[in-house]
């Protein structure tokens, strides 16, 4: 059997039945399906998981979510997926391996300069064959295995664990499941609190004999009220 390097055109007669070869006349690495020869490419990538935490970011608060109280930790590694174009014009990207159980997967084509891979560059081996990730997908009129780089980021929001999946080449961010949503969140303790001063008051306002009394009550509760504040604010 023959087939042609997807990068140079370079037609080798196969003698191994395996998927994996590298062309005698260029040097890239590409794989054998169906007779023809299916390139395997990497996207260039500078590591930077300060952006990587932004886009995160920016999803949660897009989607008006808590944030994190302290940054998450992030994973950083290149997986393999496979890239079909296909006959009606469409592009579809599936996983050619699983991600780490609770990370979700990427939708969306890369963007950016893609190489072709030359040995001795090391990179992970897909498991899933393109035939069952692209299964009732339609006619696949071109596939290239794609390496690309994602940000792995678990991070925690009111004692919850989440995770999410940052795209390197987009840095697009995407999640499973979503902190609740923003709004006011009163400690137990300062609940309390506020609950024991509006009965304080509500009290020495009935009580108090006349106006006089009232205000020097309530201007006595305003000065507790505040010392109590100030007092836990540096114990904090």
């Avoid at 290149?78 to 609770?102: E, H, S, T, V």
Wanted: with cysteine; proline share 8%; net charge neutral.
């Amino acid at each position: 059997m023959s087939a042609r390097c997807p990068q140079c055109g370079y037609s080798a007669e196969l003698l191994t039945e395996t998927q994996f070869h590298t062309c005698g006349q260029c040097g890239a690495a590409y794989r054998v399906y169906g007779g023809r020869g299916v390139p395997e490419q990497y996207l260039r990538h500078d590591r930077d998981d300060v952006l990587a935490w932004g886009a995160l970011l920016g999803l949660l608060d897009s989607e008006a979510r808590q944030l994190p109280d302290r940054p998450g930790n992030v994973h950083f590694a290149y997986y393999p997926f496979w890239c079909a174009d296909l006959q009606d014009g469409g592009i579809r990207l599936k996983p050619a391996a699983p991600l780490p159980d609770g990370f979700p997967l990427p939708t969306a084509a890369p963007v950016g300069a893609l190489d072709f891979i030359r040995p001795p560059q090391s990179f992970p081996q897909a498991s899933i064959t393109p035939e069952t990730a692209f299964a009732g997908t339609g006619e696949v009129e071109k596939l290239r295995l794609l390496q690309l780089p994602l940000y792995l980021i678990s991070y925690q929001v009111a004692g919850a664990e989440h995770k999410a999946t940052v795209s390197g080449s987009l840095w697009q961010a995407y999640a499973n499941t979503l902190p609740e949503e923003a709004g006011i969140h009163l400690p137990l303790r300062r609940v309390k609190f506020l609950g024991a001063y509006l009965a304080i008051l509500l009290a020495a306002g009935f009580l108090a004999p006349d106006y006089l009394w009232r205000a020097a009550a309530f201007a006595v509760i305003l000065l507790c009220a505040w010392g109590l504040e100030r007092s836990a604010s540096g114990k904090r």
